[in-house]
């Protein structure tokens, strides 16, 4: 059988199992999820172990497997002695370079595996509903983050089995799809998509449709079991069974007639199948037509002779239990008793050996795919490889023919090719490069100002980028973006146009490098990539690094030279080598320089009106249409030929990927997910868990929220709190942190049935894409938080939501005798408890309570000390704290480069701790103690009143309201 491009068969080993109708499944899933590792806890006979283990050998796979038992049994499965544990070792002995069987419980065996390693977990032990919890909760630590979990019995409804009880539980946390045929099998996704198969195998079981389309195929196949299943009804004695065979040979010549006439029909489909792609593939044609004459010759036997056959494998059963039995035999019958198994052995069947047949072929046509694919790129790979390596002795002017012939095998292969396959020796090895002036900061302490006639934007054709938020403050700078798209984006102004070139590549840079024309009044520009997140301090990064110079970009991060541009523009299938080799061609013709310096041109500051800047632009624009469109190659020609050359902004600030002042987000198509506006004034729900009222995110972000709106939204919204789902209608429903870890599918369905949009606030939690897909929005509450959702999970919009400081802080002014510093928080959040205690106060609360001891203190200190001791389940913490610091009047003290410190407090804020070593902040603290009241003192004052404004109710309330205006339009 086939399920989404994989195929899957019945495992050849077949002991007596409860897992039998689940083998097809097994085959499958270690066929698509390709794991490095799996895990079974509970084998018994090792049918569900060994299934995996032959998709392992059959595939080729570089995967560990363990199985881990005591094979005793207990008192679900039984008690049983040695001799199951040596059928099993026997087995092994096939797998023996992969596979290991742990004989030790299930706690002991978390020493032999290596945490976070785990893809596929199988759990079949002890099925009482403690037990099973046990066993998944301890091996949580080995899974890693692309891990399925297998569950069995989760059907099984009788004594103190609980995997049903237990299945239920974790059925509400996670996405999963239950097999409900023989004793229910569970699976459960633990961690991302692995493969696209997985990927798609997850999307459909999602869907009620999809899971009943799964469940039919695989029940279907699981009819197709070994002849021990199908002679073998549990509801007869051996005896019983033996006998009544011998008195029905009509019977039994009705199913061997039906078995041929399946095996016949199993050949003819994959003769047909695979004949086509293998014409070339002369063994595997050989091992077909030999295949094929030992089945018919098979089945000739099995017809003569229905009844012998069925009884040497009802006597292969008898046998193999007298095997296993206590009876006091010798050894010499013993050996006879296995000799005389041996030769029983179902595998030998006619199923197994068109298994074996099966697997062949499917293997073969693997590999013909494989080489064929290979085979189609092999003169794509040829010619790359003669095209560089002839340009790299010659000169691209030298190699025209021999790039002229890339671009035509690429057009022939009809798809591009994938850089990985070349040599390594390929690829460039240029870094960063040092070369050309750098911008020499402005130094100030005090005010800053913007320059008048300045504009930031950004030039956005075709469905290329989501146009992020601009989540810094403007005061009073336009942000536009040039677009042909229907869009909106806070902060953004939208300028809709149509397109002056029929490539949406080339519109768009129009406007990127003709600023002089698009803004004929303005006097300054700043052109960002349309993927730029802005999140630092706007006005003093161009005060201090722009604003006194006429020309600025940042450094290309990792090229420094125009040949090893060009050559990865060719490589990376950027735009085509025929192309791009005759402008190269052109520019040796005319000299240039090597190693002098690219730039990245998704960031160019420009006083545009500037006659050499304005000349240098139109001899850019002309070069971009003329010759290729990778705008890097010409303008390094241009700067270093003609100029006049832009500074460079230092590698202190950042790269010009991420800086002080911005990100720039993967590039993604864009999400139109407009919600139907209400009619009435629209109704916001805040949603939270009742278990967790006292906790510190569901007082703050829910409770503490919806008041602040309810109270500024009085002409926009009504808005409400509540932990009743059932309760919430016709609003727009934001579901608190706490409450998306409870929350199960069907609630999420029946609130979505109900409302006109659900929204999640995950806080400082991490959200997987596939959570994130549920949700209508995400709201995240910090710069981090919004960058990485827009990364990871795209296909969901997102918007920023700044937390507030607690509502309750009522501080007049901060002390201004002296310095005083204090903590506020818990004491695992922070360093120094013991060292600092005679510099700084220690406050210590607990989140997960409701208490306000601490707030009457907070007037009691002008420094707020924030060192954080980073761990791994903080998640995107918000700048709560520095938060909380500008509500008091007071500065803060914390790291550069954690959270979302540097973001609103830019990168020359005065009071940045030098390291979180106990003696360096020691020192700092000291030397701040002199500093209290110094221009620097009052700068950082000044900061953090900037920190205050982005966090202020106004601000909120604002960032609100674009949120509704963005889901309705």
Known sequence: MKFLGQAASMPSYVPTSAWLRHGHFASWLVKAMRPSTIVELGSHFGFSYFSFCQAVKENELQTRC?????????????????????????????????????????????????????????????????????????WIPKLSQNAIVLFHDTEVRRGDFGVIEYWAELETQYTTINFPFQHGLGVLFFGRDATPEIS???????????????????????????????????????????????????????????????????????????????????????????????LREEIAKARSRPSKLMKDRLRYSILKKLA??????????????????AKRDPKRSLNGELAALETHIIHNRHAFVQLEGRLKMSAVYSAALDAILTERRLGF??????????????????????????????????????????VRPQNFVGSTKIPDGLVIYTSLFGDYDQLPPVC??????????????????????????????????????????????????????????????????????????????????????????????????????EDDPEIVSHQMAKYEAEGFPRNAGLYECSFIWRKHHNPEIKDLMEAWWQEVTTQSCREQISFYQLVHKKGPKPLALP?????????????????????????????????????????????GSAFMRSNQLASLLKEQLQDTAAVSCTTDLTSVEDSFVVVGKRLMDRISDSQIHDLRMRNVAIA???????????????????????????????????????????????????????PEDKLRVGYFGELVNTVGSETLGHLVDYNLITTNKLEDSWLTKLGNYNAHFAVRNVRKIDGFKPFTKGFVAAKCGAVILCERDVGDNRFYLGDDYPYYVPSTELDEIERFLFELNDDYGSASWKYAQEIMESVRRRSSAEWIVQEFRAILSEAWG
């Open 760 to 814: 999640a606030d995950p806080v400082d939690a991490v959200v997987s894409p596939e959570k994130a897909s549920h949700y209508d929005m995400i709201i995240a509450a910090s710069l981090n938080g919004l960058e990485s959702i827009r990364a990871t999970s795209s296909s969901t919009p997102s918007y920023l939501l700044t937390h507030h400081a607690d509502l309750r802080i009522d501080v007049a002014a901060a």
């Open 66 to 138: 363990f199985a881990v038992d005591t094979w005793q049994g207990d008192e679900h499965a039984g008690f049983y002695d040695n001799d199951v544990f040596e059928t099993v070792e026997a087995e092994n002995a096939k797998y023996g370079n992969f596979s290991t069987l742990l004989r030790k419980t299930f706690t002991d065996a978390l020493d032999d595996i290596p945490d976070g390693s785990v893809d596929l977990l199988h759990i079949d032990g002890r099925h009482r509903y403690s037990d099973v919890k046990e066993d998944f909760e301890s």
């Open 651 to 695: 590698n202190s600030l950042g790269d010009s990927r991420n800086n002080v002042l911005f990100t720039k987000l993967p590039h993604q198509p864009r999400v139109q997910r407009k919600l139907t506006k209400p009619k009435q004034q629209p109704k916001v729900a805040f949603l939270f868990d009742e278990e967790s009222r006292s906790f």
């Open 324 to 341: 296993r039995s206590r009876l006091p035999l010798s050894e010499k019958t013993r050996r006879r008793i296995r000799k005389s198994i």
């Open 200 to 294: 798609e195998f997850r999307q459909l079981a999602s869907s009620e449709a999809g899971r009943d389309a799964i469940y039919a195929l695989f029940y279907a196949q699981s009819n197709d079991l070994s002849w021990s299943e199908k002679l073998g009804k549990n509801d007869l004695s051996w005896s019983e069974k033996l006998g009544k065979l011998e008195s029905q040979n009509a019977a039994s010549s009705q199913i061997i007639n039906e078995l041929r006439a399946d095996f016949a029909e199993k050949v003819k489909t994959v003769t047909n199948e695979y004949s086509k792609d293998l014409n070339s593939a002369w063994d595997v044609t050989a091992r077909i037509a030999n295949g094929s004459h030992e």
């Open 472 to 573: 810094t403050e403007h005061n009073g700078i336009e942000f536009v973006c040039f677009t042909d798209q229907d869009i909106s984006a806070p902060g953004w102004t939208i300028e809709r146009r149509e397109p002056s070139h029929t490539s949406s590549n080339l519109a768009a840079k129009y406007f990127k490098l003709m600023p002089h024309e698009v803004f004929p009044d303005r006097e300054y520009s700043l052109f960002v990539d349309a993927n730029t997140l802005f999140k630092g301090r706007l006005d003093s990064f161009v005060a201090k690094w722009l604003q006194a110079h006429d020309f600025v970009m940042w450094r290309h991060p990792s090229r420094d030279d125009i040949v090893d541009e060009a050559e990865t523009i060719i490589l990376m299938n």
């Open 397 to 438: 002017r030298g190699s025209l023919e021999k790039f002229a012939k890339l671009s035509q095998e690429i057009e022939t292969a009809g798809q591009s090719f994938d850089q990985s396959m070349l040599p390594r020796f390929l690829a460039n090895t240029s870094s960063t490069s040092q070369q050309g002036p750098i």
